[in-house]
């Protein structure tokens, strides 16, 4: 990975070693005897040829750098990209994303691994802008959760991000949630909120809450993020009616089975946040491919 892609990574906030060993554990999955026998049996090691990644469907880029990351890997400084699009884009069918240069059979060997994290990031960014446009204009703002694929949770939350939401925590470290699990653990939702804001005081706490008893309840106790799980509609109106006479910031999050056709409503409530684990467990690939131009020599090199 050249200097250029490192700092790009970098300015996105996204660790450029973390992207380079996610790129190398990729690529060690279609070459595991070392060699991509299609392409060296068909294409002359001299060969060069001139590619395009080209939107097969309407959505949002996400992803276009670490695919760039993917060819300087593969193609150890004999590919040149071209970006004609950037991250957060909107795009539509048929528009070029990319020129990518160089020698064929690494143009081809870098191609799956290229559009696999291209093509999943981008669906994750898509969905994302359909629930910043369903929630446009409520106040509320969509977030993801940690229900992401292992390995991969900086760049779908990155991607997140290129679709216009916000993160939630990226860890088990960095904030805690106190869940149903723990509140049977602790003997209470009170107990576990003290039990975890005595032992790390200076930790954002977010307390997840079933009823409008339980938010009543943390809220006594002096918590300031919770989360509404599976409410009603009218129980999160009541919810947001008992946090906001606390007298002081509360701020609320509602998940769980929602759907884009209830964001509004759920929206309009009052909450500040909604959560959706679809977001990246669920989220359908942008559909992107690589054409070459068919005409050998790398001519706009």
Request: glycine share 10%; aromatic share 2%; net charge negative.
């Amino acid at each position: 990975m050249n200097t250029s892609t490192r700092d790009d990574l970098t300015a996105l906030g996204l660790d450029p070693d973390y992207v380079s060993g996610l790129i190398r554990m990729a690529l060690a999955e279609d070459l595991t005897d070392g060699v991509d026998v299609t392409s060296v049996a068909t294409i002359p090691a001299d060969r060069s040829d001139t590619a395009d990644l080209i939107a097969r469907a309407d959505g949002v880029l996400a992803g276009l750098p670490i695919a760039t990351a993917v060819f300087d890997t593969v193609g150890e400084g004999t590919l040149r990209v071209d970006l004609h699009r950037a991250d957060g884009d909107t795009v539509h069918r048929g528009d070029r994303l990319a020129t990518i240069i160089g020698p064929t059979r690494r143009l081809l060997t870098a191609e799956r691994t290229a559009l696999n994290l291209l093509c999943h990031l981008s669906g994750v960014a898509t969905a994302t802008r359909a629930w910043v446009d369903a929630l446009a204009g409520t106040g509320a703002v969509v977030r993801d959760t940690r229900k992401t694929i292992p390995g991969l949770r900086a760049l779908e939350k990155y991607a997140v991000r290129c679709g216009g939401g916000t993160n939630h925590r990226m860890s088990l470290s960095d904030q805690a949630l106190v869940k149903d699990n723990h509140v049977v653990a602790a003997g209470g939702v009170t107990e576990a909120f003290v039990a975890v804001r005595r032992l790390f005081p200076r930790l954002p706490v977010e307390v997840e809450c079933t009823t409008v008893e339980q938010v009543r309840q943390v809220v006594g106790a002096g918590a300031d993020q919770l989360l509404l799980d599976n409410m009603s509609t009218d129980q999160m109106v009541e919810a947001v009616r008992v946090a906001r006479e606390a007298g002081r910031p509360v701020r609320l999050e509602a998940s769980g089975g929602l759907t884009l056709d209830r964001a509004r409503a759920v929206a309009v409530t009052g909450v500040d946040f909604v959560s959706v684990g679809a977001l990246t467990h669920s989220a359908q690939v942008l559909d992107i491919a690589m054409d070459l131009r068919g005409e050998p020599g790398a001519a706009d090199h």
